[in-house]
């Protein structure tokens, strides 16, 4: 919205004519999401108090956690809207990029709402069900997927990591691929939330990194010299990629150890689809393997772990997801916080990497 007030007043006065630079919009926006998130932070966490809206607790897991039962849940809200504001104020409305990310995200994050809202409402960890919540999470991901598709200029080829001449068109298949990427990223980054601030520090770190990727694949030169796909209009989600970190950010000074609020599924949900979005658009979708590690790990701990048991009767972990192993290992909660953060760094930095060693 200010882009398209404040820019077409640059002919009169040229200090508006910083508004055309993508990079300037970025800083801004993520100044704002930041601002917003400090802002709104204390009267969320004292809304939902006053509201009881608390976290409900598995009785199955670890017995640290009991003790996190009532503290206020569906803090991911404050994400959502610190986002969605900056990114509709500060980039250019009428990229279709822009829409469809901001659209998925805010789809996934009314999935998480019902899921949330259902747990409250029953007093239980239970919200909906396993095919309930996959189920529309497919469906959304399929329509995303087809509107993506359809955007002039965005083909179905795909990036392959340390390969700059191989790059396999999908053709149709590349549907059904969208939206694993998206589910699949959505569910990692909800497995992942499971420890204070454990998921917002990946999520914060995958948003820079895919911050400069759809910077990258949107400049032409930029694109042309490092060898990668250029898809004309992605670099404008850089602002949208700078809204998530710092909104990230903002939201983390209430979720650190010891957290002050949850995100809940209208969080986690939101921002794994929102990271999978921007790695499909940004024809950056299988380093997001990588540069998403950490949530990898997490997900794939809960994979083995339920087909080691149906194959074997035996664990392989403790308890999954992963974190969950390391805290009955003994590891204090912060330890394995600040971990999976260091972790998470050295995967970005690794995905960034990809960018020139081709």
């Known amino acids: 919205m200010l882009y398209a007030l404040l820019y077409p007043l640059h002919t009169t006065y040229s200090a508006f004519n910083v508004f055309r630079y993508i990079t300037f919009r970025t800083l801004l926006a993520a100044i704002m999401a930041l601002s917003i998130s400090f802002v709104l932070g204390p009267w969320l966490i004292a809304r939902l108090t006053s ?7 598995r009785p199955d897991g670890p017995a640290t956690h009991l003790s996190k039962a009532g503290t206020p849940t569906m803090g991911g809200v404050l994400i959502l809207f610190s986002l969605t504001f900056a990114t509709l104020l500060l980039a250019d409305l009428t990229n279709p ?17 019902v899921d949330d809202y259902r747990k409250l409402s029953r007093r239980n960890a239970g919200g909906l069900t396993g095919k309930q919540k996959l189920g529309a ?43 694993l990427v998206i589910v699949g990223t959505s569910n990692a980054v909800n497995l992942t939330d499971g420890l204070d601030g454990l998921a917002i520090g990946p999520v914060m770190i995958t948003g820079v990194t895919y911050l400069i990727f759809t910077y990258v694949s949107g ?3 930029i694109a042309e010299y490092l060898q990668v796909n250029y898809v004309a209009g992605t670099g404008e989600l850089a602002v949208f990629c700078g809204a998530l970190a710092a909104a990230g950010l903002g939201f983390l000074w209430f979720n650190a150890y010891p957290a002050q609020m949850f995100m809940g599924d209208i969080g986690s949900l939101s921002l794994g689809a929102a990271l999978g979005i921007v790695a499909l658009m940004s024809k950056q979708e299988i380093v997001l393997v990588l540069a ?20 074997r009767r035996k664990r392989i972990f403790r308890m999954a997801p992963l974190h969950h192993h390391f805290e009955l290992l003994g590891w204090p909660e912060p330890l394995i916080i600040v971990r999976f953060w260091i972790v998470s760094i050295i995967c970005a930095l690794g995905a960034l990497s990809t960018l020139k060693l081709r």
């Open 219 to 221: 400049h032409a030169k």
């Open 137 to 179: 999470q497919c469906a959304v991901a399929t329509v995303t997927a087809f509107l993506l598709a359809a955007i002039p200029g965005f083909d179905t080829t795909i990036t392959i990591p340390f390969f700059k001449d191989l790059r396999p068109d999908l053709g149709w298949w590349y549907i059904p691929f969208a939206v």
């Open 292 to 311: 998403g590690g950490v949530f990898v790990a997490e997900a794939a701990s809960v994979i083995f772990q339920v087909a080691s048991y149906k194959l």
């Open 51 to 57: 509201l009881q809206i608390g976290q409900q607790i």
């Open 97 to 113: 990029y822009i829409w469809l990310a901001v659209g998925v995200t805010i789809s996934f994050g009314l999935i998480g709402f």
